[in-house]
């Protein structure tokens, strides 16, 4: 094992950065290199992705990463799940959907009139989500789209492709298009059939740590020379994540706290139960063919949806301050459901939010700061729950909780957590995606090696975590 340079290419939907990684001879090392807006933009027919812009982003981070790091060895990228671009011939047909378009609403219902929830669940292990893959497929064959590709790529998957000229499918983020086999891991073409999606779109499956090679000679125009090659990773972001989560013991819980909370435990095995389906579990594949047993909470794009609304009518808004304010709230305030999917599409979220109190003859908070309170109250009880799901519905032993991404930053969240679960939560990394993405293709590499208990023990050495322990609750608590 030499030790080396690797680039971790990281794109959340909020922001993308590409991360230089120094891994090897028992050390972990990260620094930033390009970070980088990213927002949907909605035109006449719904809610695209800007992904050309992503890729000029990415060739330009790149470009930086290999100016700083001539001996660069690696590049790995992950990016947040299900959104695809339909292809053909090696060419993008249109501008990949962003996941909150509302043009599945139809979809779900045809889906489920072919395969009804129960079954589609027994398949695909997946928790019911209105932008699953399989459902956006459907809206793009109703469209007539379908019929004119002849692949379809995940967007890690395009970046991937557009870098080296190779398309594949990363198994990790494939779990999330509801077509991969809970069970075998692999396209389930029998439910493909059923939902007329022709099986000639699907690309071949590989594994997170495989090699694609080299950059494209229009890459390496953009990047610059480099020996570099293309690795896959945990292409899902949250499986990226997963991957750093800085655990020393198997009795852990974890929260991928970003625009999304991803809450839930590892597992060897996938749990099918009907009660699994209902509480809204998901199997998702991981790392090393790991089990993300895990729940989808409406996460921190609750609070910085309110953010954009306020900034819109032209305030400039300090986190920070909001954070602090909220955390100075002596008295109770009330809680929502976090995971209504009224929740789900932009804009307007604090009339949303007030709107979901108002139906249920309900007070709303009746200040800015209990606003904020309210929402990280209302996200610490979600996660209790559903960490309190995950151990009943997996039998898995659960002692603390680790708090990972953008989120762990977030004091006052990160103490509600502490109280509503009754469990100690160690915070940080902030950047676990970025971490877990650096790690797989190191080991690809040969840069260090071992299973995920090995890699994790280097990010525990690495990044310091912050613990918060559990107050006794009292209302002023609250
Ligand atoms: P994603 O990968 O989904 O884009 P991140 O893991 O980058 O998300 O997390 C973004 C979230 O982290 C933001 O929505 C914000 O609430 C939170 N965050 C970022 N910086 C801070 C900070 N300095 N203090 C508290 N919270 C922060
Ligand atoms: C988080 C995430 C999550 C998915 C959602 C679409 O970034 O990948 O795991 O459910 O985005």
Redesign the pocket.
Known sequence: LSGGAVAAV?L????GRVVLGYVGHGELHLTDVARFA?APVRTLDGLHWSVLELYRDVVEGLAAAVRQEPQLTSIGIDS?AVDYALMRDGRMLGTPYAYRDERTVPAVEAVHARVPAEELYAMNGLQHLPFNTLFQLEADRTAGMLELADSFLLLPDLLGYWLTGRSVAERTNASTTGLLGVESGDWDFALAERLDIPRGIFRSLVDAGTELGGLAASAVRGVGPTRAVVTTVGSH?TASAVVAIPASAPDFAYIS????SLVGVELERPVLSEASRLAGFTNEGGVDGRVRYLHNVM???L??ECVRDWERSGESIS??EL?AQAGAVATAVPVFDADDEIFLAPGGMVERIEGWFAARGLAAPASRPELVRSILLSLAEAYARSIAAARELSGATVSHVHLV???S??TLLCQLTADATGLPVLAGP?EA?AIGNVLVQARAQGLISGDLEALRALVVAAFPVVRYEPRVRSTASA
Not at 12 to 15: C, E, F, I, K, L
Not at 257 to 260: F, K, P, V
């Open positions: 990281d959340g939907a909020t922001s990213n947040w972001d706290s970003g625009t999304w996460g921190l794009w609070l910085s986190l920070a954070i991404g953008g989120g930053q977030n902030v995606t």
